[in-house]
């Protein structure tokens, strides 16, 4: 924490970009140290409230309906009848409440290994667990990867991995042998999505991440690109894998329909979240 012009400042420092990102903090309002992780809630002058995991910005109230909305329609809009969703990681429940708007889903089950993030949401960030108490979604705390190693074969028609970082926690779900049990998970035309980090600055892990689908049986991949302001370089995707076919099934008719409100996501913004600049098309080709 600094002081530049009689504001307190939290800043973040991604030292493999030799950059730092840094919000005006009013006060500090909780901090808790989980099995897993120290978890602290700041206010902030213009974001809202800010969740920082570890030292590491995670979402702030201005902001998160970006991350929340790409990671979740996206995927349920490009799935043909997407009904049993898992969520792994999550814990701050925005992801599961806009999943949650779609009518035709009929299970939601988000596996978060640490519930204190979720009762730290639960408090500064009600918003987003307005849908906790949905008769159609399950929260459990325990090791998602276990779960999904252990998940039934064929059972789940769309996976949507909202992890943080590969460190700590959320090491072990960006590997092959995670894919893996996914895709045998998935039924035959499953989806897995997963935050990607920045192809600005993480495109080694990007790419290792698509490598590593790929290896573990998926049959075509697709990275979308979205603005995140408060995560390293503004700029964020998420990567879909399909267990079988191309992605060519995006339910456009379905999203201008929909009957609920979203922030970000519509039909153009899906559209235009699909294409990939240059330098990352080469970076992707350069992988296969």
Known sequence: MSVINDKKWLTEVFADSGSVFGLAITKKL???????QKIAMYETTHFGNLMVIDDVIMLSSRDNFLYHEMLSHPVL????????????????CGTLREVLKHPGVERVTQIDIDEQVTRMAEKYFPELCASNNDPRATLKFEDGIKFMREAAAG????????????????????????YASCLAALASDGILV?????????????????????????????????PQMVYPSGWWTCTLAKKSG??????????????????????????AAAALPNFVKKAFAANQ
């Open 246 to 271: 191309e992605f060519n099934g995006f339910r456009e008719g379905a999203a201008a329909a929909a009957g609920f409100d979203t922030e970000y996501y519509n039909v153009e913004v899906h559209k």
């Open 155 to 178: 059972s789940i028609d769309v996976i949507i991995v909202d992890s943080t970082d590969p460190i700590g926690p959320g090491e072990g779900l960006f590997n092959r042998a995670f």
């Open 30 to 36: 909780d901090e808790v140290q989980s099995p897993f």
């Open 77 to 92: 809009f490009t799935h043909p009848n997407p009904k049993n969703v898992v969520i792994i990681g999550g814990g701050d």
């Open 194 to 226: 997963q935050q990607s980090e920045s192809p600005l600055i993480h495109m080694p892990l990007l790419t290792a991440m698509r490598q590593a689908m790929s290896d573990a049986g998926f049959a075509s991949l697709q990275t979308l690109n979205f």
